[in-house]
């Protein structure tokens, strides 16, 4: 299984000791690929940063160095699965993997090229779901979005094609599930390949620094009603493809 990639700091020994028994133990071949440390200065792909766009409606306050690398980090792998041509797996290093790792991965290779993305993980709390495809050992659920993290999911290259033709402007995982943006919807698969998120905190996001500064009042108006807009849109569009799916 060749096409299964781990996410991980150059630096990060431990972790990429442990990921890489747990793979062998579950009899799963995959790959380091190189996480783009953005505490090393800002990455290339990040020039076509939308910073207007992130500071007015999004978020209201620039990107960290960390949540650039690890946008940077991802999109090269998109990139990476456009010239492979196949659908890959794609891990973050701070997952613990399921008894069913193997035959999930083969599964969700096998299944990705019919939905495009396939979150391998659990869903945030509170996060809307609907099952759109089910069998006696697996589920297809559509997503309202995939807020909550990228540790763990399979992606084909029609996918990946339509993530990268557009600029970024969100944290990764949340532009992944901005469908409205993009118009590649999300989709999780059970039984899952990621049994919990493990005990270690991000090394490439870093989200325990705080903050040195609050959004500016003036850009207050701006992002409100851009959240509402992101909203409706996701409403909407959910609803659609529901439609769409299911059986009438």
């Given at each position: 299984?060749?096409?299964?990639?781990?996410?991980?700091?150059?630096?990060?020994?431990?972790?990429?000791?442990?990921?890489s028994?747990?793979?062998?133990?579950?009899?799963?071949?995959?790959?380091?690929?190189?996480?783009?440390?953005?505490?090393?200065?800002?990455?290339?792909?990040?020039?076509?940063?939308?910073?207007?766009?992130?500071?007015?409606?999004?978020?209201?306050?620039?990107?960290?160095?960390?949540?650039?690398?690890?946008?940077?980090?991802?999109?090269?792998?998109?990139?990476?699965?456009?010239?492979?041509?196949?659908?890959?797996?794609?891990?973050?290093?701070?997952?613990?993997?399921?008894?069913?790792?193997?035959?999930?991965?083969?599964?969700?290779?096998?299944?990705?090229?019919?939905?495009?993305?396939?979150?391998?993980?659990?869903?945030?709390?509170?996060?809307?779901?609907?099952?759109?495809?089910?069998?006696?050992?697996?589920?297809?659920?559509?997503?309202?979005?995939?807020?909550?993290?990228?540790?763990?999911?399979?992606?084909?290259?029609?996918?990946?094609?339509?993530?990268?033709?557009?600029?970024?402007?969100?944290?990764?995982?949340c532009?992944?599930?901005?469908?409205?943006?993009?118009?590649?919807?999300?989709?999780?698969?059970?039984?899952?390949?990621?049994?919990?998120?493990?005990?270690?905190?991000?090394?490439?996001?870093?989200?325990?620094?705080?903050?040195?500064?609050r959004?500016?009042?003036?850009?207050?108006?701006s992002?409100?009603?851009?959240?509402?807009?992101?909203?409706?849109?996701?409403?909407?569009?959910y609803?659609?493809?529901?439609?769409?799916?299911?059986?009438?």
């Open positions: 299984m060749s096409n299964v990639f781990v996410i991980s700091l150059k630096r990060s020994v431990e972790r990429r000791e442990k990921i028994e747990e793979m062998a133990q579950k009899s799963i071949s995959f790959a380091f690929f190189d996480a783009v440390d953005g505490h090393q200065g800002p990455p290339d792909l990040a020039a076509d940063y939308d910073y207007s766009k992130r500071l007015w409606l999004t978020s209201g306050y620039m990107p960290s160095k960390g949540e650039l690398g690890c946008y940077a980090s991802h999109y090269a792998l998109w990139i990476k699965c456009l010239e492979m041509g196949e659908p890959i797996v794609v891990c973050e290093d701070d997952i613990t993997l399921s008894d069913d790792a193997l035959s999930v991965l083969s599964l969700a290779l096998e299944k990705v090229s019919d939905y495009g993305f396939l979150r391998l993980e659990d869903i945030e709390p509170g996060g809307e779901r609907t099952s759109v495809e089910k069998s006696e050992s697996s589920t297809v659920y559509l997503m309202k979005d995939n807020y909550g993290g990228l540790r763990s999911y399979a992606i084909s290259p029609k996918a990946a094609m339509r993530l990268v033709k557009h600029r970024w402007c969100f944290p990764v995982d532009f992944v599930g901005a469908n409205y943006i993009h118009g590649q919807f999300s989709y999780q698969l059970t039984p899952l390949l990621v049994e919990s998120h493990g005990n270690y905190d991000s090394t490439i996001q870093e989200p325990n620094v705080p903050r040195k500064s959004t500016p009042i003036y850009r207050k108006l992002r409100e009603l851009y959240t509402l807009y992101k909203k409706i849109s996701l409403a909407l569009m609803r659609k493809k529901l439609k769409e799916l299911m059986p009438k």
